[in-house]
């Protein structure tokens, strides 16, 4: 199993250049996340998925845009880029509690660098 | 809401030294605590965790035991190896919450020869 994959690895960006990140996980698990990393402040929620067809908004949503038409795959999408969204991102993958676990470890992907000029 | 603050680093420590890295968190009910771990280059990876008050986690000589009373969850390992250098993220999980973790800052620790 390949587990959580990531493309691309490394990208550079106009502001104002468009993009998609794609996210990929093997494990059939149903909750789906992405994830930004800065300096100085840990990782941060921008957008989640609870299963296929469906999104919500997490701690820092403005500026992004997701969709999740299959259970294995989940993009995020920047429409208009712009300086204060160069960081890496990080996609990740659950599964629900009632699956008779007590604990919710999610299993992370190595990574997208993205740098906005 | 829920929060985790952890100790800054960066933490720097010799071969063989004693490691703690303090984290405490914020939360109504019951969560889970995590320690992450992120190795140079890489995705987080799962260090180790607990779901209830009094649980130890362990896992490669690291250990953490979740305190209610103190709303802590510190890692600590006796002699930790320069192969451990990288940054270990607290957080925290709430029941019906989809999963979502709430991290911590992170802390890097440089282990030296």
């Known amino acids: 199993n390949a587990g959580v994959t990531q493309t691309p690895k490394f990208r550079v960006l106009k502001t104002g250049q468009s993009m998609t990140l794609l996210c990929a996980q093997d494990m059939n698990h149903e909750y789906m996340y992405w994830y930004r990393q800065d300096p100085g402040m840990g990782l941060r929620l921008i957008h989640y998925s609870v299963g296929e067809g469906t999104t919500a908004k997490g701690e820092v949503p403005d500026g992004y845009n997701v969709s999740r038409l299959k259970k294995q795959n989940f993009l995020l999408g920047l429409e208009s880029a712009a300086p204060s969204q160069t960081s890496v991102y990080f996609c990740?993958?659950?599964?629900?509690?009632?699956?008779?676990?007590?604990?919710?470890?999610?299993?992370f992907g190595p990574g997208t660098r993205l740098t906005v000029l | 809401g829920n929060s985790v603050t952890q100790m800054e680093g960066p933490v720097t420590l010799s071969e063989e030294a004693f490691l703690t890295i303090n984290c405490t968190y914020t939360a109504t009910g019951y969560p889970s605590l995590f320690w992450y771990v992120q190795y140079p280059g890489e995705g987080l990876q799962l260090l180790l965790k607990a779901t209830k008050a009094d649980d130890k986690g362990s896992n490669k000589g690291f250990e953490a035991t979740y305190r209610k009373e103190t709303t802590s969850f510190h890692l600590e390992k006796g002699s930790v190896q320069v192969s451990d250098s990288a940054v270990y993220f607290c957080a925290l999980s709430n029941t019906g919450t989809a999963s979502k973790l709430t991290f911590g800052t992170g802390t890097r620790l440089q282990v030296t020869l």
């Open positions: 990740a993958s659950s599964y629900p509690t009632d699956r008779g676990v007590a604990y919710n470890e999610q299993f």
